[in-house]
């Protein structure tokens, strides 16, 4: 087997730990365009649901970002 793409490598990554952010898929996975290899993970039939969280910066401002994680799984 090849080289894996980045959609399998953000799939991985959800089965093993139980979910994924930008954050997590940049400094991990070097995936730079998460909301995109979502839309590949879900184009081929994976069922993948979007929570949205909150959080404040280093600066004091709420940053929201999405949390995916794999639905019945």
């Given at each position: ?9 953000v799939l991985e990554y ?44 280093r600066f004091g401002e709420?940053?929201?970002y999405a949390r995916y ?5």
């Open positions: 087997m090849g080289k894996k793409t980045q959609a399998e490598r959800i089965k093993k730990f139980g979910s994924i952010t930008t954050l997590d898929a940049f400094k991990d996975l070097g995936v730079t365009r998460l909301s995109a290899r979502i839309f590949e993970l879900r184009n081929q039939g994976y069922n993948l649901e979007t929570n949205y969280e909150s959080r404040k910066n709420t940053c929201i994680t794999l639905k019945g799984d």
